[in-house]
């Protein structure tokens, strides 16, 4: 399979417990985003990457997430210290830059108790 | 101020009939590229449809269409023939500025069911 991936694709943790979460894009792929998508909404973009690069971040990333994508191949999300509102999917994205369209992996889906 | 509008938040169409899902959005550039996505429940996100804002025809995938107004600011996606498959969350969605600035706003959805 040589879509988006994300791993673990299901996650329930404790409130203030530390998460990190996986994607690895398609491989030829250059820029790579990540999104929060809570019930009954639209996608909230979070950040994006070009190759190694964090390019933008949103006001909704606080200083609690982070976000890194070493290599400029697969990224990690980090949320430290999660509350019971960081409960969402969050999705990962990539394309090429230039492209338009951005493949998306099957999300992350966290529960915080 | 919302960016990009969907009113409708559940539609019903009949197997084999056409429908419209409206979408509108606020910007203040003149280059922009709008999009459509499909959700199905099993989550995963589908581009479905893109428009530029310089493209003087409407764009047209397969039974997927986009009415363009740019005057009006919308961007309603028409599925042609609808298919049980069809039953998704829609999503309308816009990145404001040229291709090389990234950032993908989306809209709030539209639930489609199609009824056999």
């Known amino acids: 399979d040589t879509g988006v991936s994300q791993n673990p694709r299901h996650k329930i943790t404790k409130r203030g417990q530390n998460v990190t979460f996986r994607c690895d894009p398609i491989?030829?792929?250059?820029?790579l985003y990540w999104y929060r998508q809570t019930l009954g909404q639209g996608p909230e973009f979070l950040t994006y990457?070009?190759?190694?690069?964090?390019?933008?971040k949103s006001r909704l990333l606080s200083d609690r997430f982070s976000a890194e994508r070493p290599k400029g191949s697969f990224s990690t999300l980090e949320i430290q210290r999660t509350e019971q509102g960081d409960s969402a999917m969050y999705l990962c994205?990539?394309?090429?830059?230039?492209?338009?369209?951005?493949?998306f992996g099957p999300g992350t889906r966290l529960t915080v108790l | 101020a919302q960016k990009i509008t969907q009113t409708q938040p559940g539609m019903f169409v009949q197997e084999k009939e056409a429908v419209t899902l409206d979408c509108t959005y606020d910007t203040s550039d003149q280059s922009y590229g709008l999009f459509w996505y499909k959700q199905p429940s099993s989550g995963e996100m589908i581009f479905l449809i893109y428009?530029?804002?310089?493209?003087?025809q409407n764009a047209t995938e397969g039974r997927y269409s986009l009415n363009f107004q740019k005057a009006r600011k919308s961007a309603n996606l028409v599925i042609s023939a609808s298919q049980l498959g069809d039953s998704a969350m829609y999503f309308c969605?816009?990145?404001?500025?040229?291709?090389?600035?990234?950032?993908?706003?989306f809209g709030p959805g539209t639930s489609l069911s199609v009824i056999p």
């Open positions: 969605a816009m990145r404001e500025g040229r291709t090389s600035y990234d950032k993908v706003i």
């Open positions: 990457f070009q190759n190694e690069a964090q390019l933008e």
């Open positions: 428009q530029g804002s310089y493209d003087e």
């Open positions: 994205a990539s394309k090429l830059a230039g492209n338009n369209e951005q493949f």
């Open positions: 491989s030829e792929h250059n820029r």
